[in-house]
């Protein structure tokens, strides 16, 4: 059984996630200071594993976020961070407040597992499709209500705030597939175009960002809206006024600079 995070003192768990990072940075866990010609220099491996371990805590904290937040019940939706060529993801099936480091999880781009026993989550093909299609180092797949709710009615949510500008502009809906396949993979690569987020029909979410705060943030964000557009447009005899092109690029354009560190990137694919 998973120990939550900090279990215990003699962290065997922070021991056996070492050890995986170890073996996903390519060497082993313990070993000569000398390595063989040809393998792997140990200070550039430590500091992988150092970095798959950083990794892994900060997408345990958003996966948990998620689930305070209502944005997921249970073991529904999933978070993945891509660390170079390895992507460490949510396992399947295992409620985030049992995970630990011990359940660290990883593949490479092709989906061969590379970190953990775990079976990864069966959102996999989606992630990596986008990983492999785009510059977005992490993910954040939810089944929010109101995002839910909205992907069953249009197949895009219209411009009700600003917001929609640092989305990329109006979200699309991915048409319904199978959660799981290769075809719901790419549904959602199509409605990603030159966005950071979009809605799955009759499914949920996805958001991407340079960090996994910021596609937590856009997740929460994209929900907020949905939310707003399905109270203005319950109003009878009234609809909701709409953004124009250009008053979202100059959201867009304000929004660069927005935050103590100025601009980030508003699209993987831009």
């Known amino acids: 059984m998973a120990e939550p995070d900090g279990a215990g003192t003699a962290d065997p768990a922070g021991a056996r996630a070492r050890e995986s990072a170890a073996q996903a ?19 550039a491996a430590g500091e992988r594993s150092r970095a798959l371990e950083r990794a892994w805590r900060d997408l ?16 529904s939706g999933n978070v993945s961070v891509r660390v170079g060529d390895t ?19 990883g593949t490479d781009l092709h989906g061969r597992q590379v970190i953990g026993d775990l079976a990864p989550t069966s959102e996999l093909p989606m ?23 909205v992907s069953t009615l249009v ?29 719901l993979a790419a549904r959602v690569r199509e409605a990603l175009r030159g966005r950071t987020a979009c809605l799955l029909r009759n499914h949920g979410t996805l958001a991407c960002g340079a960090t996994l705060d910021q596609a937590y943030d856009r997740t929460a964000q994209l929900e907020w809206m949905c939310q707003v557009w399905l109270a203005a447009r319950s109003v009878p005899g009234l609809s909701p006024s709409l953004l124009s092109g250009d008053d979202l690029r100059q959201a867009a354009d304000k929004l660069r600079g ?13």
Request: zero cysteines; hydrophobic letters at 30%.
């Open 87 to 105: 992507v460490l993801v949510t396992p399947s099936g295992v409620p985030y407040d049992r995970l630990g480091p011990r359940d660290m999880t």
């Open 127 to 149: 992630h990596l499709a986008v990983y492999r299609a785009t510059d977005a180092r992490a993910l954040v797949h939810t089944h929010a209500v109101h995002a839910t709710a």
């Open 155 to 183: 197949p895009e949510l219209p411009p009700i705030h600003y917001v929609t500008a640092d989305l990329g502009g109006p979200v699309r809906v991915a048409d319904y597939a199978l959660y799981g396949t290769e075809e």
């Open 60 to 75: 345990l904290r958003t996966a948990r976020r998620t689930a305070e937040s209502g944005l997921v019940v249970g073991t």
């Open 258 to 270: 927005y935050g103590p560190q100025g601009a980030q990137d508003r699209s993987p694919q831009d």
């Open 25 to 43: 940075a390519g060497r082993a866990p313990a070993g000569p200071s000398s390595p063989p010609r040809g393998r792997p220099d140990p200070e």
